[in-house]
């Protein structure tokens, strides 16, 4: 994430991030997915951000939403940095919800921020899925945040939605609307 | 008793060594350990980075990375003072829960300990190396000359990754923050760390065992791994810092390793540890680590789990068949994670063996009732008995 929030920061000034916004109501996101929303998200865009939209409702670093939708087998989950040396995430369409969970807690921490699983418990996604709880504390700042994420295999693809903000005041603000998403996601079969 | 007689063997020995290194190196002037630095003046460029040091040393302090407990804090501060002799009162050692080999030190004398690099310690003496390799780097003021480069290029990002700054971007790696000294300076501290180690008592054979341990896990990433490594980069080549190491370790053999009393302090962590390590995600680097250990202390569990877990979250070729044979290894030894049994039913049920699963579920439950899975363990027993 801090690689994401620097490279914003450098294509804010160069000119090439750009934030839009997302009006309520019924969205479609990708090809299979449809969400509907009770109030607009903006959704930032840049070079090298990944296959996941980004939401944020306060701005990054503040807080995130990604949303993954119809993630293939092998497909990575975030964006590469060539020579960096870490190590790249893909889903596998075998994976189970433990593990897909334990995939976007390896996202969230390559920068060395700490990842505390609260809960994983069955939910439905679309379809039947998961939804898990978790709390992470920032390498870069030492900020506890708390986060919600939802998930689903339709087909062998994935769809998944990983809230982020800071414990204090942001998390609970939002909290209702990223699980209002969740709730109303629909899955074209 | 003993362990004061083996102290007082390694100072004679020690002794020895110093004349012997210093002889090989500058023969007109032996090297000694300087005596303690007075605070420099804040005007001075070396005054503002102490003052910006002791910055990072508040927020360390209050980092909720920081790993507290007294105990470990001790033992850890011990042997740095057996290193460091003199500048003990100056050194401030911060343990730090991050999953990655370093440890660094700052020219105030804040000095970070991260828990990578203590699980990867087999024992005290090899935990010594790095800390009195550290201990060379400050004793040498080798922070200055590349304070002063630094300035001179603008380095200021990889001068400051140099002593793990709290925040810092961009330093984290196998060896993370150890790759911005130069070659010389990584020399010069490795054969002062190896005088600290061998006056403090400690067998210098073992500093030569970290970087093989470490070569072994850099070279699992892949082939040519070691030459694209950071660490080498501008660190002496491994042959040759083994050579080196190994060839002082001959000069003046002796010393000990205090294995059980290192394993006796990280054993409260190890699960802890071992959880991180895991989680990193870096397979191929882990199964080095974890096959090296369960190699050398095969009747721990918590290893042969963790090496399962991998296995598992790997999944390649017959990657589950290695992890159902670790986790039943561990489960015979006793004492086993919790979690062992949630592996075994994961990969059970993937395996359509729903009766093994639903033992292997049940027993996880039993074990861990208030996991955070229960609830998702508990939907997939519902599904096995339907």
């Given at each position: 994430m801090n690689r994401l929030v620097a490279a914003l920061l450098v294509c804010s000034l160069a000119g090439c991030a750009s934030v839009a916004k997302v009006e309520s109501g019924p969205r479609t996101i990708g090809e299979r997915m449809t969400v509907n929303l009770d109030g607009a998200w903006n959704h930032v865009t840049a070079p090298n951000m990944g296959p996941a939209q980004t939401w944020t409702m306060e701005g990054l670093p503040i807080d995130q939403l990604l949303i993954y939708s119809g993630m293939k087998d092998g497909q990575v989950m975030h964006a590469e940095t060539a020579g960096s040396g870490r190590k790249s995430f893909a889903f596998r369409s075998t994976m189970q919800p433990d593990e897909i969970v334990a995939m976007f807690e390896g996202m969230l921490t390559r920068d060395g921020s700490s990842f505390k699983l609260v809960k994983l418990e069955p939910a439905s996604f679309g379809e039947k899925g998961f939804r898990f709880e978790y709390q992470l504390i920032r390498k870069v700042d030492n900020v506890q945040l708390s986060g919600i994420g939802y998930g689903s295999v339709s087909k062998g693809e994935l769809f998944a939605i990983v809230y982020l903000a800071p414990r204090l005041t942001f998390f609970s603000r939002h909290q209702g609307r990223v699980e209002q998403i969740a709730r109303d996601a629909r899955l074209k079969i | 008793m003993r362990r004061r007689d083996f102290l007082a063997a390694g100072c004679a020995c020690g002794a020895g060594l110093v004349s012997r290194l210093a002889a090989a190196q500058t023969p007109q002037t032996p090297w000694q350990a300087p005596p303690r630095f007075a605070r420099p003046d804040v005007a001075g460029d070396e005054g503002g980075l102490w003052a910006m040091m002791d910055r990072q040393e508040t927020k360390l302090r209050q980092s909720p990375f920081a790993l507290r407990d007294p105990k470990l804090q001790a033992y850890v501060q011990d042997i740095v003072c057996r290193l460091a002799g003199d500048h003990c009162p100056d050194v401030r050692v911060h343990l730090v829960?991050?999953?990655?080999f370093n440890a660094s030190m700052a020219p105030n004398g804040m000095m970070q300990v991260w828990t990578g690099l203590m699980l990867r310690a087999d024992n005290e003496a090899q935990l010594a190396a790095v800390l009195g390799h550290e201990i060379g780097h400050y004793m040498a003021r080798h922070s200055v000359e590349q304070l002063r480069d630094a300035k001179s290029r603008s380095g200021a990002a990889s001068f400051l990754a140099l002593f793990g700054v709290v925040g810092a971007i961009g330093q984290l790696g196998l060896v993370a923050g150890s790759f911005a000294y130069s070659r010389d300076h990584e020399r010069e501290a490795d054969r002062i760390g190896a005088l600290l180690m061998r006056k403090a008592g400690y067998d210098i054979a073992e500093a030569a065992k970290v970087w093989e341990n470490l070569l072994l896990e850099i070279k699992a990433r892949g082939e040519g791994a070691e030459k694209t490594s950071p660490m080498f980069a501008s660190h002496p080549p491994p042959d040759e810092r083994k050579e080196v190491l190994g060839r002082l370790a001959q000069e003046s053999a002796g010393g000990v390793s205090n294995e059980p009393a290192w394993r006796e302090h990280v054993k409260p962590y190890l699960r802890e540890w071992l959880n991180e390590e895991v989680k990193r995600a870096q397979h191929e680097e882990s199964l080095a680590l974890l096959t090296r250990m369960i190699g050398r202390l095969p009747a721990e569990p918590d290893y042969t789990f963790a090496r399962g877990e991998v296995y598992r979250l790997r999944a390649k070729g017959s990657d589950h068949d290695a992890a159902i044979a670790d986790y039943q290894a561990a489960v015979a030894v006793g004492?086993?994670?919790?979690?062992t049994h949630r592996g075994l039913g994961t990969i059970y049920r993937l395996r359509r063996r729903p009766l093994e699963a639903t033992a292997s579920y049940r027993r996880y439950l039993d074990l861990?009732?208030?996991?955070?899975d229960s609830a998702m363990i508990k939907s997939y027993l519902e599904e096995l008995r339907t």
């Open positions: - | 829960r991050t999953p990655y004492g086993e994670p919790p979690e861990a009732p208030d996991a955070p």
